[in-house]
C-alpha cells in the first residue's frame, strides 16, 4: 500500500517467506546497490533514481546549450546535491559556470538542513553531485526531470499551479 509522503509500505517478511525473484535479500548484489543509491541519492525510489539517470545522460547537450545559448533559452540551472556530515540536500544553483573540472554558482534556496550555506551564497560542486538540470525555451520548463516526477506526489492543486505559472508541460 501507499505510506505517507509517497514512500510505499514495504510488505512484511516472516523467517519462512524466500525472497521473490528481484526483491533484495541480505547481501546480495541488488541489496548493495540499493544502499548505494540510498546513500548516493537519499533515496531508492525508482522514479526518481530514473529522473536522476534522464537528467545525467543528457547533461553534456545541456551544457553544450548553456555555454552557448539559443536567442529564446535563458535561467539555466543545475540541480546538486550537498552533503554536510550525513546531511544531504538537493538545491537549484542558479547561475552557474564551469570551473576546471567543475562548477561553481550561486545556491537558488536556502538549504535549512545544512547551516553553513546561505540563499546565494556561492558554492563549488563536481559533475558527480549534479543531478538535474533546466531552464526556460519560450517561457516554458525543459529539462527539471526529478520535479516532473516530484509532481507525481503532489496535490493536483499545486502541479497546476506550477504548469501555469512556472512553466512546466510534464
Known amino acids: 500500500g501507499q505510506a505517507m509522503d509517497g514512500v510505499a509500505d514495504k510488505p512484511e517478511k516472516t523467517a519462512e517467506k524466500e525472497a521473490e525473484p528481484g526483491e533484495a535479500s541480505p547481501g546480495t548484489p541488488l541489496e548493495a546497490t540499493v544502499q548505494a543509491q540510498a546513500e548516493d541519492f537519499g533515496t531508492?525510489?525508482?522514479g526518481m533514481l530514473a529522473a536522476i539517470a534522464k537528467a545525467r545522460a543528457t547533461l553534456d547537450?545541456?551544457?553544450?546549450?548553456?555555454?552557448?545559448?539559443m536567442p529564446d533559452t535563458k535561467n539555466f540551472k543545475l540541480k546538486?546535491?550537498?552533503?554536510?556530515?550525513?546531511?544531504?540536500v538537493y538545491v537549484w544553483i542558479i547561475p552557474f559556470k564551469r570551473v576546471g573540472d567543475g562548477f561553481e554558482g550561486w545556491?537558488?534556496?536556502k538549504p535549512e538542513v545544512l547551516k553553513n550555506l546561505?540563499?546565494?551564497q556561492i558554492v563549488h560542486f563536481s559533475r558527480a553531485d549534479?543531478?538535474?538540470?533546466?531552464?526556460?525555451?519560450?517561457?516554458?520548463q525543459v529539462g527539471s526531470y526529478t520535479v516532473c516526477?516530484?509532481?507525481?506526489?503532489?496535490?493536483k492543486s499545486v502541479v497546476d499551479y506550477f504548469r501555469e505559472y512556472n512553466g512546466f508541460d510534464c
Open 44 to 46: 531508492t525510489d525508482p
Open 61 to 69: 547537450d545541456f551544457l553544450a546549450l548553456a555555454e552557448a545559448p
Open 80 to 88: 546538486v546535491r550537498l552533503r554536510e556530515g550525513k546531511n544531504l
Open 107 to 109: 545556491l537558488g534556496n
Open 118 to 120: 546561505d540563499y546565494e
Open 130 to 140: 549534479v543531478v538535474d538540470w533546466g531552464y526556460l525555451r519560450d517561457g516554458r
Open 149 to 155: 516526477e516530484t509532481f507525481k506526489r503532489m496535490p
